[in-house]
Structures are given as structure tokens and as C-alpha cells.
């Protein structure tokens, strides 16, 4: 199976057009097949009431990292995601996404996505997508 890269237009499709992580404040940091890995500060409108980063605002960090990864291979939309919340984070933290390919098929892919605090391992994530076949 010849593996695609499609970063470069994956990229530009990102910066010029992805409204929702971008009014979050996402910034991609680094793309490339099978990889992507974006970073966000968390913002005190981002917490819960106890004070702590939402969990939908981590998750659409990783989600993104996730939709970014998957996508450098081609149209592909999310299956299924499972994330594990480690430790808390607040106002102020900047995290930092990696989302990695670890299977790639004709039809589905599988990605790994971490999200950091510095060194420090905040979330682990884990997602299928199926694969639409390759961009025209």
C-alpha cells in the first residue's frame, strides 16, 4: 500500500480555514505524514467549575492534533476516540498535542495523541478513522 502525504495542503487548509480550533487559540506547531502536534495556553473562559481545564477544551486540543495526523494520509474522518484525564490543568498551562500514526490500512488508520504539560504527561488519547481513500 503506498502511503500518501498530504501535509502541505493539510497545513494551509488548517490556517486558512479550521475556525474552531483557531478561535481557541490551537496553534499548529509541526505537520507531517502521520504526525501532527499543536499547542494551546488555557484561558480561564476554558475551565470547569472546580477551577480546571474542561475537558472539552483538552479534548479538542487533541482532537485537533488527531484530525491533523489522520488527515496528511488523506480524507479521513473520525471512528472512534477514548481519552484517559491524568491530571488536571489550569488557566495558564500551556499543553501541547502529538497525535502519532500507529496502523495505517486502505480504510482505517489508528492514532496515538498525547497531551504535555512541559514533560509532564496530562492525557492520553487514542483514535480510529476510517479513511475516504485518496484526495483528488
Request: hydrophobic share 40%.
Amino acid at each position: 500500500m503506498e502511503k500518501v502525504d498530504c501535509s502541505a495542503e493539510i497545513e494551509a487548509c488548517y490556517r486558512r480555514q479550521d475556525r474552531f480550533p483557531l478561535s481557541l487559540g490551537i496553534q499548529l506547531e509541526e505537520i507531517r505524514a502521520g504526525y501532527a502536534r499543536v499547542s494551546m495556553e488555557i484561558k480561564e473562559e476554558m475551565t470547569n467549575f472546580h477551577g480546571i481545564t474542561h475537558g472539552g477544551a483538552l479534548f479538542a486540543l487533541a482532537d485537533t492534533a488527531f484530525g491533523l495526523a489522520s488527515n496528511t494520509r488523506g480524507p479521513a474522518v473520525a471512528l472512534q476516540v477514548s481519552i484517559n484525564f491524568i491530571k488536571a490543568t489550569r488557566p495558564g498551562d500551556r499543553l501541547t498535542a502529538t497525535a502519532q500514526e500507529e496502523y495505517l490500512t486502505r480504510s482505517t488508520g489508528i492514532y496515538q495523541i498525547s497531551v504535555t504539560r512541559g514533560e509532564e504527561l496530562v492525557a492520553l488519547i487514542r483514535g480510529t478513522v476510517f479513511r475516504k481513500g485518496p484526495r483528488k
